[in-house]
C-alpha cells in the first residue's frame, strides 16, 4: 500500500530550479535510500515532505500522505503531522538538540503536544524509548542536558524522539555525519531494525554508499536537483545503468587486501554545478563520460529500463 507519493515536486529558488519535476513512491514499511553528491537536492526533497520547505523556495507539484494531499495544507495542518505521522532526524545533532532543555524533555515535548498525556506518562514512555534505542543508563540519560552525551548518545536521543509518537514515517538526513565507523555502523543497524519493528517507512538520505547499502531496499540517484535512477538497491549497485550512478560506484572505497599497494580512487572529473549554472538538458551531460551533444539538447525522459528499474539517460547500460 503506498503511502507516500511524490509528483513533479519541484523548488525554485528564483529562476534557479534546486529540484525538477521528482516523482516516486514510497509503500508503508518501505526502506528508501537517497543518494547523491552535495547540492543534489536530497535534503530539500526531506524537508518538502515535512512541509519544512525553506520560505525563499517557490514549491510546486503535489505530494499525497496515506492517500490525502497534504502539500496545500496551511501551517497548522502540517504541524498535525510533524512529529505525530513523520518525523525527521537531522543532520547534527547538537543544532538539532535544544542545549537548554534536558533530553528528556525534548523526547516527551511530541508525546504531550500531540497526544495529551500527562506529565508521568510522556516520562515513563521516553524512559522507555531510551532504552529501545540503546542508550547506557536511560534514567540517568533523561536528566542530562545535550553537551553531557556522547557523539552516539546524542544521536540515539534523536532517533528517540523520532519515535516518540510512533510515526508512520521516519526522514533521517545524514544521520552518521557525527559518528565514527563504528558508531556509523550501529547507528544505521538501529534505524532499520526499528523501522522493521515498528512497521515505519524510512527514507535514508546520504552521500555514502554503503550506508543505502546496509540500510536501504530501493533507492533514488539524485544529481543537480534531478531524478537520474531508481531501483532495488541490490540491482542498482552491481548494474547501474546511469553514468553518473556507475561513476558514484567506482568512486566509492572498498576494503585492501594485505600486501595490494594504495591506488587513488577514480572519480568523476569536475564539479556539482551551482544552482545558476545548471544545465537545461541531461544535468549529468558536462561530466558524463557518454555525453553526447544530443544530451544537452532537452532532459531525458526518466523512462522503464526493467522491471522497478528507471534511468534518466538517453544511453544507459543494458541492466
Excluded at 558508531?183 to 538520505?205: E, H, K, P, S, Y
Excluded at 535512477?229 to 585492501?256: K, Q, W
Aim: charge should be positive.
Amino acid at each position: 500500500m503506498t503511502l507516500v507519493s511524490v509528483r513533479d515536486l519541484t523548488i525554485a529558488f528564483g529562476g534557479a530550479l534546486a529540484l525538477r519535476a521528482l516523482s516516486f513512491d514510497l509503500r508503508r514499511g518501505e526502506l528508501l535510500g537517497v543518494v547523491g553528491e552535495s547540492g543534489s537536492g536530497k535534503t530539500l526533497a526531506a524537508l518538502s515532505l515535512m512541509g519544512m520547505a525553506p520560505e525563499a523556495a517557490r514549491v510546486s507539484g503535489a505530494i499525497s500522505f496515506d492517500g490525502e494531499r497534504v502539500d496545500t495544507l496551511p501551517e497548522t495542518g502540517w504541524q498535525s503531522l510533524q512529529g505525530r505521522r513523520i518525523a525527521m532526524i537531522f543532520q547534527e545533532p547538537m543544532s538539532a538538540l535544544n542545549p537548554l532543555q534536558r533530553i528528556g524533555t525534548q523526547i516527551t515535548e511530541a508525546m504531550i503536544w500531540h497526544e495529551g498525556i500527562s506529565r508521568a506518562e510522556a516520562d515513563a514512555r521516553a524512559l522507555a524509548l531510551l532504552g529501545e534505542v540503546g542508550m547506557p543508563e536511560p534514567q540517568a540519560r533523561l536528566r542530562m542536558y545535550p553537551h553531557q552525551l556522547s557523539g552516539g548518545q546524542r544521536q540515539r536521543a534523536l532517533i528517540a524522539m523520532a519515535l516518540a509518537c510512533n510515526p508512520d514515517l521516519v526522514l533521517a538526513d545524514e544521520p552518521t555525519t557525527a559518528l565514527d565507523a563504528t558508531r556509523t555502523a550501529q547507528a544505521l543497524d538501529l534505524l532499520r531494525g526499528l523501522a522493521r519493528a515498528r512497521g515505519m517507512a524510512l527514507i535514508l538520505i546520504s552521500h555514502d554508499l554503503a550506508a543505502i547499502e546496509r540500510v536501504a531496499e530501493r533507492m533514488l540517484v539524485l544529481y543537480g536537483g534531478d531524478l537520474m535512477e531508481e531501483g532495488p538497491v541490490a540491482e542498482i549497485l552491481s548494474r547501474p545503468a546511469h553514468p553518473y550512478t556507475a561513476g558514484l560506484i567506482r568512486a566509492r572505497p572498498r576494503p585492501r587486501p594485505p600486501g595490494v599497494p594504495r591506488r587513488p580512487l577514480p572519480t568523476i572529473p569536475g564539479s556539482v554545478p551551482g544552482l545558476a549554472d545548471l544545465p537545461r538538458g541531461c544535468r549529468f551531460h558536462g561530466r558524463c563520460p557518454k555525453g553526447r551533444p544530443v544530451c544537452a539538447e532537452g532532459r531525458p525522459p526518466l523512462v522503464d529500463i526493467a522491471p522497478g528499474r528507471r534511468a534518466a539517460c538517453l544511453f544507459p547500460e543494458p541492466v
